[in-house]
């Protein structure tokens, strides 16, 4: 079974959002006919640059909703950290990165960059050096760059926060609390978790504006 027939497909096409054309191209060659359920109930919000809890099971398309939202608002003339994807494994990072990497291709010069421990820090430090548009990382690994001066999301104009009940489960509240303080106050917050325990509801009440509560509850 291939990935998209696995993913709930609704009947509504990408091409009835305000998209860039070079993002409904990509969509094209990805062969996403059509929208994830979660796709077709957030990115009309995402797009409107409403503040979105998402919650859904894995595999229902997360992550090219909040990608092809952050992809949309992006000014890519403007080399700076405008997107911040805190994740919370690095395998979920990569991934992520490779999806919206894939999202983004042949739109100009589209730098996506990951930041996640379990790799020496030196050659992160070089990259960021080059700068990037994205940053999709581990909420440690951030801190750490953070601390050292190394990084500057004072231009971050969208925080994702994908699987938001397992970074607290894996204990990066104190983190994720860090890297919030560093970010301007006015910018568009994405929160997605499967679960929405209390740990979870307290933080949308902090950081998020009048957010729109959006569910999916089965994949299949
Ligand atoms: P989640 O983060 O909700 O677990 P993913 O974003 O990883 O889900 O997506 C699951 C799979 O569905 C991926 O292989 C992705 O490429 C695919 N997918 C996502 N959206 C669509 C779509 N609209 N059409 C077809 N496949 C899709
Ligand atoms: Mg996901």
């Known amino acids: 079974m291939s990935q998209s027939a696995k993913t709930k497909q609704s009947n509504a096409a990408f091409s009835s959002l305000p998209l860039k054309k070079g993002l409904l191209d990509n969509l094209h060659t990805m062969n996403y006919q059509s929208m994830t359920s979660i796709q077709e109930q957030s990115l009309p919000l995402i ?36 997107s911040l994807v805190l994740c919370p494994t690095r395998e979920l990072a990569d991934q992520v990165a490779k999806e919206i990497r894939t999202l983004a291709r042949g739109i100009h010069n589209i730098k996506v960059l990951t930041l996640c421990g379990g790799v020496p820090m030196g050659p992160q430090i070089g990259s960021l050096e080059h700068g990037a548009h994205i940053i999709v990382g581990t909420p440690g690994r951030i801190t750490d760059h953070l601390s050292r001066n190394r990084l500057d999301l004072s231009n971050v104009e969208m925080l994702i926060l994908d699987e938001a009940d397992r970074m607290l489960e894996m204990g ?9 303080a560093e970010l301007p106050f006015t910018k568009q917050t994405l929160l997605f978790s499967a679960t929405f325990p209390k740990q979870i509801k307290a933080m949308t009440k902090n950081i998020m504006h009048s957010p729109h509560h959006v569910t999916v509850k089965e994949v299949h």
């Open 47 to 82: 797009l409107a640059g409403e503040d979105v809890i998402g919650q859904a099971k894995t595999g229902s398309g997360k992550t090219a909703a909040y990608g092809l939202g952050l992809l949309n608002k992006l000014d890519v003339k403007r080399f700076r950290i405008q």
């Open 172 to 180: 990066f509240q104190d983190a994720v609390e860090a890297i919030l």
